[in-house]
Structures are given as structure tokens and as C-alpha cells.
């Protein structure tokens, strides 16, 4: 494109999408309950939308296309396959009148009917983010069936801001995709990139006739090894820019790779001919001499604030990065190294923080100061001059607080031994637990949570806020457990749980019983849709002071004669679903963590708790993205989760639960944990991870999940027999556990209880056609 426009000096990958309190969950969850109508919800996302781009041009971005247009009702990869109409077979035809998927037709694809199951979901690169994996196959027929990404461009012009539209890239997009239910085996999606062009280059198109001057298009899949051939990656680049830069109507061209370094496809990005090259210059390394001069002619957009973690920038150390790429001749411009969507929208809300932990924070927009600071020093070093100075202090000031080392943690560290880390041998284990639980075949279990109601979240609430007292508190959750405990004998489960009615979320409530975390009020993430968290802060060495967990489990044990898992979450999910301290090897913090689990087993051991679940559904997650790094992470993640199990007595059956988490990928580091029964995710994704376990011969218990609880569907009893039918044909019964794919907080009662009907139900079924 010849004579572009000036790529911002400033800018962001992506900002928070889902409303500084939440507004977004709550309008799409209105409209799924058919509480509002499409028009309110469109009213309400384009509030949402504008509000943000008011903000950030407040904030200082007031240069054209310096505002990401990376609002998404759902999910970003969602997005793309919706404009580019990639419906797989089994939904039907899902298009209007007027041959568009409209959001009725999105949302289905993402939550599914009671008939049909919704796309997959897996987690977007090394974050806790989930996308809805796309379905490709030879059939799947492209063309432009959604405008939305134009129509909201023009929302945002017509308010004044000339924002720059957002669009996951081909490479990435076919890359992320599975082939489909209907494709030849060995098929990969990748093959149907010439398909795929047009249909970008319509959009293209549009967005050009619509006034945009700047697309991003997002292609972290770059960054990561994939299965697909280097040489076949490197010419789906080469070829998908030759043709998008060629197209006659269209936008300048940021391709951004965050998440880590291009390495060997930074050459090949480098010889199309986009305007500009966005590089991850936090997380990766800077691309050597060579690699800088190849950009020569394009906007080098350097990634140098993190997107994706809290702590306040080393603007000194950025500062440093940016004149390297100035050295080399470069035009450059300033960003994050991904999407803000990783993190809260703003620090200076979170007014019950201590002031000193608050200083050493930059949340969202805070990082757009920090965008904007370091692009003033781009053209003149001498006025971020100040502001670097005051980081480098703050960041001085951090190291040596209070809390942040302690001597008591570091030396129980220190005193370690090969043996702390190892249990008996599975065997022996297996003898005692036969002895000590006498399980039917196909046991049954839930993985631990159940619905949270208004009634639970109104009484955490008013005993936060001192309005209810302590014991009241506790009378109401003592309450809500027996009435799990009562549903689950009536239902026939033979392993319970207590519900967990009392814990906010998983992580943060042993953030809250851990010394060495804080945790946010409004600080809310987006996990999927119109799930969100809010990560806890990890800023201290870990220490834990008294119990956390027993009272309650004990409470619940003595409701019943059943075995009652104790329940816990494991280190490197705590780790994974914080905001952990960047000061120290993350395997350093994670065994910190996993002494003070390995104390809770030990108390509800002594409280008469016989099997103990610590759950680590984020052990995929933080997997690094290049094969070369990911032996040393397994070997710290497994080890931690040996060290908080190792302590458990033979006839103590330590269960783990995974999700989402592409079982085959991890499976060497599964088998290595050493749990004696771990569940994971396999309804969605129609019980694929039973060929995994059957070629890999893991030996112990597992339980793949048979309920998929990330939809309000409620699946048949049918349904459920068919998918235990498959897994009997790959794992012998003597292993398999029958189990919905995630804990029940998020689903409702009157479904909840249909669902479980329904699993036991199926689970006696099998059971008779094995006898």
C-alpha cells in the first residue's frame, strides 16, 4: 500500500472488553435469560465500547487507529468464524434471511442447543483466556457472513475515534483449528488457506470503504511450535500477505506476535510487505542485528509493556530495548506485548490495597502511561526522564519490603530432600485404598464445586461488608452443605464432595487464608464469554498460619458415611490463576505454595478425610509455547505437586482434576504427578482423550468427564452412556471414574440436578453390561 499512514506513536494491542464493572456478563447473561432484547444488548455493548474508547484517548491515545478495536461479545476467535462463516455441519443452517450469522446464531455456536454440542474450548496460548475452537474440513464453505467488525468501526468513527479493527490472522486462525467431525483423517486445516484469502480480502475491503486506515491482524500462532511442518507455516505467511497486501481496497497492515519471539518466522514476515510488525519485546528476546535490518521500510511496533501480568513497568529496561531498535535505523512505535485483556482495568481503584503494594501495580490503564511515557522517549529521551526514575525507585523499594522474603519459608525450602517429593509405590498405594474406600466399579464423583446461588454469594456478601455475624455466616454455609451432601446420597454418588458454598473462587479463597497475597475488589478478567475472575495478587513469600479447608470438610464427612473428598487447588494452578511476583523463578514460588498444601493434607488426614483432590486444571496452561522450554517447566510443575501430595498417607487417595488442557500434549507430565486418580476435560471434545490414555498405558485412576458444565445444556442419559462406552473400550474399568468435565459453580440447580440424574443413571447402566 503505497503512501500508508503513520502508524501511532502510542498504542495498545487490545484493552479489557468486558466493562470496568462487569457490564458486558451482565447484559449477554440478561440476554441469554431473555431478560432484554438484542437492541438492548447492542445499546449496552456499544456503551461499553465507547466508554473504553473515551478512556484510553484520556489516557493519551489520541492519535488515528491508536485504539484496538478488540471488542468481542464473546471471544475473538469466535469472531473470525463468524465472519468468515465457518459453521460446522452439525448446527445446520444457522444463517438469517439475509445470509449473516447474527448473535443468536453466534451464541449458539459458543453455548450449543439442547441438541447440539457447541464448538470446543481451549485455552488461548499460556494464558487462562479460552477460545472456541474453529472446525475446518473440506466442506466448510467461506464467505463473509457477519459485518460487525465494520459496523463497529463506524460506531466508533461516528463518535469521533477513528480506532483500528482487530481480526485473528489466517495463519493463526487455521492453525488454532481442528479439522472437523466430516474431514479425511490427516486433514489439516491449514490446506484451505487459498479459501480463506477472499474472504479476508472482502473484509478488507469493507473496512477500507469504511474509513479505516490501520487492521491489526493478530497471529500469536507464529510464536508457538506447532505440529504443522516450519516450511509449511512459513509459506502460509509468505502466501497469506502476498495476497492481502495485494488487495486494491484496504487498510495498512500491523501484524502483531504476541506471547514470545517470531524467531525463524520473523524473516518471513519481514519480506511481505505489511506497514507494520508488532514484536512481543517483553517476553521475547529483541531479534538480532541481522533480523532488525530485514524490517528496514516497516513500523517496528515493540511490545515492551506487559499485557500480560501487573507489576509496574522497569521503564529503564524498556528505555533500553527501544533505543537498541532505534540503533538499527528502525521506525518505532510503542505497545504492549499483548491485549490488555490479561489484566483489571485500574490499580487506583483498588483503594483497600495497601498504598505500598498499589505503587509497585499498573493495571490497564495504567499501562497506557506506560505506553505512552516510553513513546515520548522514543523521540525524546530527556522527558521520560523523571518517570524512569520513579519506577526504578519503586522497584528498588519493592525488593526490600516486609513480607516479600522471609527467612522461615526460605529455609524449610532449603532443608528439602529427593525423599519429600515421592510417595509410595502406586501399587502399594492402590492395595490400601481398595481396603480403606471399598468403591463399586465406575465409581462416581462430582469435581467439587456446586451451583453458587444468589443466596450463597448474598450471605458471603453481607458478611463481608459486617452485616451478618461470623456464626450466622457460618450457620447458612453449614446449611447450603448439607443440602449438597443430602442431594448427592439421594442421587446414588459414591464419592462426595461438600460443594465448596463458602469459597468466591478456587484461587482466591486460599489467597485469602495465604500470607503473601492480597487480593482486588473490581480487579475482573475475562476467562471466556462471560466468565470472569478475579486473579489474586502473589507479591510474597508463601506461608500458611492455621487451616483452611478442614472445618468444612469435616462438617460434611460427618454428614455421611461416604467418602467426602477433601478439596484443594494445587500450586501451579494458584500460580497460573494470580498475578504472580516476577522477582524469582516461578518454580521457587510454587513450592512455597505447595508446603503450605501439603500442611492442609496433613490436617485432613488428621480430620478423617480419606481422599484429597488437588485440583491443577492449569498445568497445560502454563506450558512455554517452544518445545525447548518445556522439560524445565514440567519437570518444577510436577515436582510441585509431588511435594504438596508427597506427605499423603497410602490409603489417602489424592485425586487431580484437569480441563481444557489437551490431555495428550502433557500426558508424561500427568502420568508424573502421580496422583491416583486424576479427571479432566472430555465431553466437549466427544471423549478424545480416551486414545491418549489407551496408547500412552497410563495405569491409574481417571475420569474423563462425561457432563460438559461450560454449557447450560443437560445431557441425556443416552448421551452420557454413549461417551462411558467409548472410554470402556480404551481404559480398562478398573480405572475409569465417572465424572461431569469441571466443578458446578457457574450452572444452576434445576439443570445441575438433571445432568447428575442422568450420569448416574447411565454410569448403572454400563455397570449392568459389564456384569
Known amino acids: 500500500m503505497s503512501n500508508s499512514p503513520a502508524f501511532p506513536s502510542a498504542s495498545l494491542l487490545g484493552y479489557p472488553r468486558i466493562g470496568r464493572r462487569r457490564e458486558l456478563k451482565k447484559a449477554v447473561e440478561a440476554f441469554w435469560a431473555g431478560k432484554i432484547d438484542e437492541a438492548a444488548l447492542d445499546t449496552a455493548a456499544k456503551e461499553i465500547q465507547l466508554t473504553g474508547a473515551r478512556r484510553l484517548f484520556d489516557l493519551g491515545l489520541g492519535e488515528a487507529a491508536a485504539i484496538p478495536g478488540t471488542f468481542s461479545y464473546y471471544d475473538q476467535v469466535l469472531d473470525a468464524t463468524t465472519h468468515i462463516g465457518a459453521v460446522p455441519a452439525r448446527f445446520g443452517e444457522l444463517r438469517n434471511a439475509a445470509g449473516e450469522l447474527d448473535l443468536n446464531a453466534y451464541f449458539t455456536l459458543a453455548r450449543g442447543t439442547a441438541e447440539i454440542q457447541p464448538l470446543e474450548m481451549t485455552k488461548w496460548f499460556d494464558t487462562n483466556y479460552h477460545y472456541l475452537v474453529p472446525e475446518i474440513g473440506p466442506e466448510t464453505d467461506f464467505s463473509v457472513t457477519s459485518n460487525r467488525i465494520v459496523e463497529q468501526f463506524e460506531f466508533a468513527k461516528s463518535n469521533g475515534f477513528v480506532t483500528r479493527p482487530y481480526l485473528v490472522g489466517p495463519v493463526t486462525y487455521l492453525l ?79 501484524v502483531s506476535t504476541p506471547f514470545g519471539a ?104 495504567q499501562k497506557v502511561g506506560e505506553v505512552v511515557t516510553l513513546a515520548a522517549y522514543v523521540g525524546d529521551p530527556a522527558s521520560a526522564a523523571s518517570a524512569i526514575a520513579s519506577a526504578t525507585s519503586v522497584i528498588a523499594s519493592r525488593a526490600a519490603a516486609a513480607g516479600v522474603r522471609r527467612p522461615r519459608v526460605r529455609a524449610r525450602l532449603a532443608a528439602l530432600t529427593t525423599d519429600d517429593f515421592n510417595r509410595s509405590a502406586y501399587p502399594v498405594r492402590e492395595a490400601a485404598q481398595e481396603k480403606a474406600l471399598d468403591l463399586p466399579p465406575l465409581p462416581t464423583t462430582t469435581i467439587g464445586s456446586f451451583p453458587q446461588t444468589g443466596e450463597i454469594r448474598s450471605a458471603r456478601a453481607r458478611a463481608n461488608k459486617g452485616a451478618i455475624t461470623a456464626e450466622d455466616y457460618t450457620r447458612l454455609m453449614k446449611e447450603e452443605i448439607k443440602r449438597v451432601v443430602d442431594l448427592q446420597e439421594e442421587l446414588g454418588f459414591d464419592v462426595l464432595v461438600h460443594g465448596e458454598p463458602e469459597r468466591n473462587d478456587m484461587v482466591q479463597y486460599f489467597a485469602e487464608n495465604l500470607e503473601g497475597f492480597d487480593v482486588t475488589v473490581h480487579g475482573w478478567v475475562q476467562s471466556y464469554g462471560s466468565r470472569c475472575t478475579r486473579p489474586s495478587i502473589l507479591w510474597g513469600d508463601v506461608t500458611r498460619e492455621k487451616a483452611i479447608t478442614v472445618e468444612w470438610a469435616a462438617y460434611a464427612q460427618s454428614l455421611t458415611a461416604k ?24 518454580g521457587e514460588t510454587a513450592n512455597q505454595v505447595a508446603l503450605a498444601l501439603r500442611d492442609e493434607i496433613t490436617d485432613l488426614e488428621a480430620a478423617g478425610i480419606k481422599v484429597i483432590q488437588v485440583d491443577e486444571p492449569a498445568l497445560r496452561e502454563l506450558l512455554p509455547l517452544r518445545r525447548a522450554d518445556q522439560p524445565a517447566y514440567l519437570d518444577w510443575s510436577v515436582n510441585s505437586f509431588r511435594l504438596a501430595t508427597a506427605g499423603a498417607a497410602d490409603g489417602t487417595q489424592v485425586h487431580t482434576h484437569l480441563c481444557y488442557s489437551e490431555f495428550g500434549v502433557i500426558i508424561d507430565a500427568i502420568d508424573g504427578l502421580d496422583a491416583d486418580v486424576t479427571s479432566i476435560e472430555a465431553a466437549r471434545s466427544r471423549m478424545e482423550v480416551v486414545n491418549d490414555l489407551e496408547s500412552h498405558g497410563f495405569g491409574r485412576g481417571v475420569g474423563p468427564g462425561v457432563y460438559d458444565i461450560h454449557s447450560p445444556r443437560v445431557p441425556g442419559q443416552a448421551e452420557v452412556s454413549e461417551l462411558l462406552g467409548t472410554a470402556v473400550k480404551h481404559v480398562p474399568v478398573r480405572q475409569l471414574w465417572v465424572n461431569p468435565d469441571c466443578g458446578l459453580k457457574t450452572r444452576g440447580y434445576a439443570e445441575t440436578e438433571e445432568s447428575l440424574r442422568n450420569l448416574v443413571a447411565a454410569t448403572r447402566e454400563v455397570r449392568a453390561q459389564l456384569v
Not at 479459501?195 to 493478530?218: K, M
Not at 467426602?564 to 516461578?586: C, E, H, N, Y
Request: proline share 6%; no cysteine.
Open 262 to 365: 517470531l524467531s525463524e518466522l520473523l524473516p518471513t514476515l519481514a519480506a511481505t510487505n505489511i506497514e507494520a510488525l508488532h514484536i512481543d519485546a517483553f517476553k521475547g528476546a529483541l531479534p538480532s542485528a541481522g533480523e532488525l535490518a530485514l524490517l528496514a521500510g516497516k513500523t517496528v511496533v515493540a511490545g515492551v509493556v506487559d499485557g500480560h501480568n501487573i507489576w509496574r513497568n522497569d521503564l529503564a529496561a524498556s528505555a533500553a530495548r527501544l533505543d537498541a531498535l532505534k540503533a538499527a535505523g528502525l521506525d518505532v512505535a510503542v505497545s504492549t506485548s499483548t491485549s490488555t485483556q490479561h489484566v483489571p482495568h485500574d490499580v487506583e481503584e483498588e483503594t483497600q490495597l495497601p498504598a505500598e503494594l498499589r505503587s509497585w501495580l499498573a493495571f490497564a490503564d
Open 563 to 586: 467418602p467426602m473428598k477433601g478439596m484443594l487447588t494445587g500450586p501451579v494452578t494458584i500460580l497460573a490463576w494470580s498475578f504472580v511476583r516476577d522477582d524469582q523463578p516461578l
Open 176 to 254: 488454532l483449528s481442528k479439522a472437523s467431525d466430516d474431514a479425511p483423517s490427516g486433514f489439516s486445516p491449514l490446506s484451505r488457506l487459498e479459501d480463506v484469502l477472499p474472504v479476508y480480502v472482502e473484509l478488507l475491503s469493507r473496512l477500507a470503504a469504511a474509513g479505516a486506515t490501520w487492521l491489526q491482524l493478530d497471529e500469536p500462532a507464529l510464536v508457538a511450535d506447532q505440529d504443522v511442518p516450519l516450511a509449511d507455516i512459513q509459506a502460509a505467511v509468505a502466501r497469506s500477505y502476498e495476497v492481502l497486501t495485494a488487495a486494491t481496497e484496504r487498510p495498512a497492515i500491523l
